[in-house]
């Protein structure tokens, strides 16, 4: 099971740092990824980080201004989000997968936490 947080209301400009905690053995071995999804529109591939935290990737839109991190010890992903934009809100998904591949694509991940409301005002 994964419960993700962090979420809320900034300006534009602004920063977030988003949690995910795993439960049982959702992170064993896997990576995990976070999605977002707009109104209306399909869920996108935001970051993913491989188990080792050696390998990271990170959509275009995000790429300088997010960071994915994650901590083993505590079964905790995070995403720290730095200069926040309107296009940025969204419900923000994390994901764990079973495989040690960092994927994109969100039919690749296993397990899915219940998302985390992100809203950027101008």
């Known amino acids: 099971q994964l419960q993700a947080s962090g979420g809320g209301l900034v300006q534009a400009g602004g920063s977030l740092t988003l949690s995910c905690v795993a439960s049982g053995r959702t992170f064993s071995g896997g990576a995990v990824g976070w999605f977002l999804q707009a109104p209306g529109k399909e869920r996108e591939f935001v970051a993913a980080?491989?188990?080792?935290?050696?390998?990271?990737i990170y959509s275009d839109s995000v790429e300088d201004r997010f960071t994915i991190s994650r901590d083993n010890a505590k079964k905790t992903v995070y995403l720290r989000m730095n200069n926040l934009k309107p296009e940025d809100t969204a419900v923000y998904y994390c994901a764990a997968d079973r495989d040690i591949v960092v994927a994109t694509t969100a039919d690749e991940y296993d397990y899915w936490g219940q998302g985390t409301q992100v809203t950027v005002s101008s």
């Open positions: 980080i491989s188990m080792s935290a050696s390998n990271a």
